[in-house]
């Protein structure tokens, strides 16, 4: 079974935190008062009745009738407090009423071996500790919303941080080299936050050197090999003709197509790149370069537009997406021109899923067997030449890979170029999407 987890805000776990602990420490402090107080009006009360009863137990043996509402061997007298009262001694007795008004008694032994008694409602008690209790509801409650008022304003300043710590982390990883998380989260308060930002940029800064010295060590690796490839294709051709002869002049040409590739993913990498823009009629220049590329592919010009491009990189685009099509997919292949948007479909067995969930990468085609497939740098290089035009590149499958449509074809993969409506102002102006369907 799949756990359910709940997912709540920084800002609500801390002021539900606080809260808590104010609901806590008021409603014990709220104990403590309310009980402190209760015993100190009944002691008071005891005192009090047990001194109008020794009052009226002087006048009582002085011949005089009790007052007050005394009596004498009062039958409702608690049993505990009779007891007493015989054996000699003077006491006081609480008993609850049904209202919920404690009643007061006090006795006294008179000289003939009676006892007088006298009880009385607390009710003056009873209502101030009713208001009392009231007082402390009120205070209870305040506190903790004023606890809350402040969980509340420290969460929300943790949690934009945080938030502005997220944003400024997903620029990096979307490749901008510029944006440091810990001025991002820069303020007058310093937490743990600036140190988490102080981390996060020491590790971006670790992985931009790192990259950049793998880039710089596989550019000059490839700027090294062009010069013995090009002599090796030279001395291929001075072979005399042959079946062995067209092998190595066929090796020899896909290593000098790597070199060159390696060479131009290196200056991709590198954001070096500049688009040279020209004003051209998309659909015509998609048909002609399709039909030139792609003899058999069928090509649908659903609405034309003038788009401000890179005509040599839209080509290289172009020419990538339907090398791929052609390699690892089936016929037919369909390519459309609606507006700004390219699609070239073709009917195989779909991308790889690790390429839908992570995008293209170098030197991995998705086939079991390597050898005669390709190097896997064709979507890559299409994926950089798009950055440069400030294009979306996006990747999905007409269905699950495998899958089959109504004709009864293989569903096949989708690449959609989606071309900016402005001219690009920068390398990478738009981030590469990968979507999967």
Not at 49 to 61: G, Y
Not at 153 to 158: A, E, K, N
Not at 296 to 313: L, Q
Request: aromatic share 2%; proline share 5%; hydrophobic share 45%.
């Amino acid at each position: 079974m799949r756990r359910f987890t709940l997912r709540t805000g920084i800002r609500w776990k801390i002021t539900l935190a606080i809260a808590a602990v104010g609901a806590l420490v008021a409603v014990a402090l709220s104990l403590v008062v309310h009980s402190a107080a209760r015993v100190s009006m009944l002691e008071s009360a005891r005192e009090a009745q047990l001194a109008n009863v020794n009052v009226i137990a002087r006048f009582v043996e002085a011949g005089r009738k009790p007052a007050l509402g005394a009596k004498v061997n009062d039958p409702e007298l608690p049993a505990a407090l009779r007891e007493k009262a015989k054996s000699g001694r003077r006491g006081t007795y609480i008993q609850e009423s049904r209202k919920g008004v404690p009643v007061v008694w006090a006795a006294v032994p008179l000289g003939n071996g009676q006892v007088l008694s006298l009880h009385s409602e607390f009710k003056e008690s009873a209502n101030m500790v009713r208001d009392l209790d009231r007082a402390l509801v009120v205070g209870s409650i305040s506190v903790v919303v004023a606890g809350a008022a402040l969980g509340v304003l420290i969460g929300g300043q943790i949690s934009r941080r945080l938030r502005k710590a997220a944003a400024a982390a997903q620029r990096v990883a979307h490749g901008d080299p510029d944006v440091r998380v810990r001025d991002a989260v820069g303020g007058v308060v310093r937490d743990e936050t600036d140190d988490l930002a102080r981390a996060v940029d020491a590790m971006a800064d670790a992985l931009q050197q790192r990259l950049e010295a793998e880039r710089r060590v596989t550019a000059d690796i490839a700027h090294e090999l062009r010069t013995p490839v090009t002599g090796l294709l030279t001395a291929a051709e001075l072979l005399p003709p042959g079946r062995p002869t067209e092998l190595v002049r066929d090796r020899a040409q896909a290593m000098r197509v790597l070199v060159e590739d390696v060479l131009e993913v290196a200056r991709l990498d590198s954001a070096s790149e500049r688009a040279e823009l020209q004003d051209v009629a998309l659909g015509e220049f998609v048909s002609r370069r399709v039909t030139a590329l792609m003899p058999e592919a069928s090509v649908r010009v659903v609405a034309d537009e003038i788009v401000s491009t890179d005509p040599r990189r839209l080509e290289r685009i172009l020419g990538n997406l339907l090398a791929n099509a052609a390699r690892y997919g089936q016929a037919p292949v369909q390519v459309d021109i609606e507006g700004r948007v390219v699609r070239v479909r073709d009917h195989g067995p779909g991308f790889p899923e690790a390429l839908l969930r992570e995008g293209p990468s170098r030197f991995r085609t998705g086939s079991t067997d390597r050898a005669g497939v390709g190097h896997g740098l064709g979507l890559t290089i299409a994926e950089g030449q798009a950055r440069v035009l400030g294009a979306r590149l996006t990747f999905r499958n007409v269905a699950a890979p495998g899958g089959v449509d109504r004709e009864g074809a293989a569903a096949g993969a989708v690449a959609v170029l989606w071309l900016p409506e402005h001219a690009p102002t920068a390398t990478g102006s738009f981030p590469i999407i990968k979507v999967q369907s």
